[in-house]
């Protein structure tokens, strides 16, 4: 019996380096599974949604004209995913209401849920973000750059239609929480709760505050990088009335002019 299971080593102990050597080839991949292989995969794709978050700012500061707007952007977007994930914790975790959303068990967060989350509530974020400063903008030009009067305009004329949107996702992911699956009612609670926190408290109420709070701060760009980055706008209207539309070569003589 010893002598067998001493064969059976070295046949492991022989597949093991054979397989070694195939991968150092190229010819063979070795994957592994476990806890510890999925926390260095949800490590992984959180880098990943991090460097699109970044070019997310990089591209709303291009657009915008503006240092300010991104990095408040980020720091609102943050606040509206810590308060989705703290009502997961809350509810699975710690049990709170757990009976009104019948959650019989509390226990640990699935480890794959941040990181869905936290792409779909920054993509739905800077989507409502973009709607609200694209309009305060525009009224912040024709205003004669008045930042009160373009806020109090903005909100005005982009509060409805935010709230209307939002609600909808609402009302979609909060249906998830009627399932009976438990990761499903985390990742509706948990995309409902974000939604509605980040449509209703923070882009119509913070965001205006802190915008008002700063006045024409808001729209600070160096002149510097006002060069070096190309001009791109989401209204051509309202690149005519801040002078950024690029203007066609003039034609040379004999040349027709470019429209």
Do not use: C
Not at 10 to 26: K, N, P, Q, R, V
Not at 69 to 75: E, N, R, S
Not at 208 to 222: H, R
Not at 223 to 239: F, G, N, S, Y
Request: aromatic share 10%; hydrophobic share 55%.
């Amino acid at each position: 019996m010893s002598s067998l299971k001493k064969a059976i080593a070295e046949m492991d102990f022989s597949i093991l380096g054979i397989a070694l050597a195939l991968t150092i080839l190229g010819i063979l991949s070795i994957y592994s599974s476990g806890l510890t292989a999925e926390g260095v995969h949800v490590s992984n794709e959180y880098v990943k949604q991090i460097v699109w978050a970044i070019s997310g700012l990089i591209l709303l500061a291009i657009v915008f004209r503006s240092l300010v707007i991104p990095l408040t952007a980020a720091v609102m977007n943050l606040l509206s995913i810590a308060a989705a994930f703290g009502i997961l914790v809350a509810v699975f975790q710690w049990g709170w209401l757990g009976s009104v959303f019948q959650v019989n068990q509390t226990g640990p967060i699935e480890a794959f849920l941040p990181v869905m989350m936290f792409a779909i509530l920054f993509g739905l974020s800077m989507d409502y973000e973009v709607f609200l400063i694209t309009r305060i903008q525009e009224e912040y030009f024709k205003s004669g750059k008045n930042n009160s009067v373009a806020v109090r305009n903005g909100l005005a004329a982009t509060g409805k239609t935010i709230t209307a949107a939002a609600l909808i996702m609402i009302l979609v992911f909060g249906a998830f929480i009627l399932g009976g699956i438990r990761v499903i009612k985390e990742f509706g609670l948990g995309l409902a709760g974000g939604i509605a926190i980040d449509a209703v408290l923070i882009r119509m109420a913070v965001v205006p505050a802190i915008m008002l709070l700063l006045g024409d701060a808001n729209w600070w760009f160096p002149k510097w990088l006002d060069r070096i980055l190309p001009h791109v706008t989401v209204d051509p209207e309202l690149a005519e009335m801040t002078g950024t539309e690029e203007t066609p070569p003039a034609a040379s003589e004999g040349e027709p002019a470019h429209v």
